[in-house]
């Protein structure tokens, strides 16, 4: 199946334009609208607040502090450092938050390992809806090796779309699945740290373990 080469494609480091052309699709936007077709959460779900989900969740110690991870029947909705309850009702106000079942508790401490070993969660599944263009960038952020970082135009530029620096930075901000989609392996051009959501110390903290490592 195409989507199946497409995800094992974009899970090996390098372009990922070239990932979806090599899984047979002839455009990046017909992989990406392939691929969410077999996400969980509707996309009007998303947009409403996750109306119709339920989602189970807890929160997990890791080395860099509490980790909230949450998830459909589908996979990772919500992964974030320093949030509880109240933070995921906020983001999803019309699902059925549900406590941790042993399925979510066994997925909540491969995520914590996630912090000091980022090959412990290569196969956990997703449920994040976004645009196309977004599909594309997380994919891209996964596809970077641990011990890396890329500026936000070599990830505009490894999708197909290299004037898209702003947009594509705009994508790294909306990821809801902190560690899991690597966003803190992206840097400034000239090679400052950047924002994070979750504090510039975390950030620094996951690019020097990565190194080391």
Known sequence: MRTERLKAALAQPGNVTTAIYEAGYSAPSRAYADAEQHLGMTPSAWKDGGR???????????????????????????????????????RFPHAALLPADAALDAMAERVAALVDDPAAGADLPVDMRGTAFQQAV????????????????????????PGAVRAAGTACGGNNLAVLIPCHRVVRGDGGLGGYAWGADRKQALLAHERRK
Do not use: H, N, Q
Request: aromatic share 6%; net charge positive; with cysteine.
């Open 52 to 90: 119709g989900a339920a989602i189970r969740w807890r929160v997990v110690d890791s080395s860099l502090g509490p980790m909230l991870v949450a998830a459909t029947d589908k996979g990772l909705c919500r992964i974030s450092f320093g949030e509880g309850e109240a933070a995921l009702r906020t």
């Open 138 to 161: 997380w994919a891209a952020l996964r596809a970077i090796p641990p011990g890396e970082t890329r500026s936000y135009a070599e990830i505009a530029a490894a999708i197909g779309r």
